[in-house]
């Protein structure tokens, strides 16, 4: 769901995980946890206060006896110990991003009340550097965002889709060790509670965006009992069933919601990256334009691909919508394409750093819910939702690699539920690509009385401090300094 940066979606993860009525077998008491030794944090303009530590985990939970595996936290600590009220997880998208340097860049964006009431705590979860790495060794066209997300061949066809799925999963598998059968929600869950007791902390507060959201969920689900604040911001839907198909299957209706908002920016007078003169032109042109580079694909030096394809296209159209200052970039990129020409790719993370998300993400996406095997059901959906949807032509129900993923899931992915405490706060944009709105409200659904809800009348991807508006961001804000929630869903003007 959440991208690596602004302008590198993270694999076919934009999405998420969730499956039957019983949960795991993880909120039995842990083991005692030795104590955290703190020294400095890798990394370049990290705020010195940071600290960080490695906590020594299973890798397989059914097996707490056998392999262990490190995971890395990170620690700013509060501001003014004498207002202290406990320690802030900060949960990252993904699956496959990591919040290690977050208490020093976006914890830094924190009103200072928040900054004295709590510890800021980042992690690195299972699998991801520099804690306890995965890998997968895909060829490097394999990870172009359009090869992890993928899209159908311009005809529709969904075959080479399962070609390339088969190819990277076997990947995944032989170069992914046993710990690529252990990545996985439930996992990062229990986790999360050995980094609390690692942390001495009685209960956890959290702020999770994106995927985060739903690891905060599971976590609060098998610990309720352990957690204080949780700010859950930017919510995917947690069918118990589809998971991440289901998030996926999102970006039909969020790219529907925002992209009339890019159409009347892209149409309004006096805009320098004008692309029509009215909204309704800017979508058919776009239309047009994807199916023209479909046919005759223009030359991108220095991308992956080294092509502007409709697919490319599109692409950027769904990276673009995250954040309205990526509007820009899609005008440009349109109204250059229609000369005949491309604009160079923007950057794109280091390729080591791109093979332990995709890892990260693979294992997540494809060992919390079993994935359709058949060619034939991908087809169906595809079929339907290009009919149905054509901005995103069939991509978000398309086969990922876990169409062909060798291992199967080994519990249920984990049921959210009404039980639990009431000490849950959602935001969520009212227009959000990644995360829209219609499967917020499932998630607000499934968490019944132990939530409320905050509906930002905003347009982008996370809302918190981000892309949101000051009534939401007040509205937060109190709730973590004061425990304040509104007595029943809001929305924020």
Request: aromatic content about 6%.
């Amino acid at each position: 769901m959440k991208q690596i940066t602004r302008n590198t979606a993270l694999v076919a993860t934009a999405a998420a995980v969730l499956a039957g009525p019983s949960s795991p077998p993880a909120a039995s008491a842990a083991p005692a946890v030795r104590p955290l030794e703190w020294g400095r944090c890798a990394g370049p303009d990290l705020d010195p206060r940071q600290r960080c530590a490695t906590v020594e985990v299973p890798m397989d939970y059914a097996d707490p006896a056998g392999p262990r595996i490190g995971i890395v936290v990170s620690r700013i600590p509060s501001e003014n110990p004498a207002a202290r009220r406990g320690a802030l997880l900060m949960i990252p998208g993904g699956p496959g991003g990591t919040s290690v340097d977050a208490p020093s860049e976006k914890g830094q964006r924190l009103p200072r009340a928040v900054r004295e009431a709590y510890d800021l705590i980042g992690f690195a979860p299972r699998g991801n550097t520099p804690s306890t790495a995965v890998g997968c060794g895909l060829q490097y066209a394999d990870l172009a965002t359009s090869r992890l997300r993928p899209w159908p061949a311009p005809d529709g066809s969904v075959a080479d889709n399962m070609l390339s799925a088969r190819r990277m999963s076997d990947a995944c598998a032989s170069n992914g060790g046993e710990l690529i059968r252990h990545i996985g929600t439930a996992n990062v869950a229990r986790d999360i509670d050995r980094v609390r007791a690692a942390l001495g902390e009685p209960r956890l507060s959290a702020w999770g965006v994106s995927y985060g959201t739903y690891v905060g969920a599971v976590y609060g689900q098998l610990y309720p009992h352990r957690t204080d604040r949780i700010v859950l911001d930017s919510n995917g839907d947690p069918d118990p069933v589809r998971v991440q198909r289901a998030w996926l299957a999102g970006f039909e209706r969020g790219v529907e919601d925002v992209f009339p908002e890019f159409a009347a920016w892209a149409s309004a007078p006096g805009n320098p990256d004008r692309v029509a003169r009215t909204a309704a032109q800017v979508r058919s042109r776009f239309l047009s334009l994807a199916a023209r580079l479909d046919r005759a694909p223009l030359p991108r030096p220095g991308a992956n691909p080294p092509v502007l394809d409709g697919n490319e296209l599109r692409q950027a159209m769904l990276s673009a919508l995250y954040d309205p200052d990526g509007f820009a970039d899609l005008a440009r990129l349109m109204r250059a394409a229609e000369r005949g020409t491309a604009l160079p790719a923007p950057p794109s993370p280091p390729e080591e750093l791109l093979q332990n998300a995709t890892a990260v993400g693979a294992g997540t996406i494809c060992n919390d819910a079993a994935w359709p095997r058949s060619a034939e059901v991908y087809q169906r959906d595809v079929t339907d939702s290009r009919a149905a949807y054509p901005l995103t032509a069939g991509m978000p129900r398309n086969a990922m690699l876990c169409a062909a993923w060798p291992y199967r899931p080994r519990q249920q992915a984990v049921r959210i539920t009404g039980d639990g405490p009431s000490n849950v706060l959602l935001v969520q944009n009212e227009r959000d690509v990644a995360t829209p709105l219609s499967g917020a409200l499932r998630m607000r659904q499934a968490l019944g009385r132990r939530a409320v809800m905050v509906t930002v009348d905003a347009t982008g991807h996370d809302a918190y401090l981000a892309n949101g508006n000051a009534c939401g961001d007040r509205t937060v804000t109190d709730f973590l300094t004061s425990g304040r929630r509104p007595d029943m869903d809001v929305r924020c003007a």
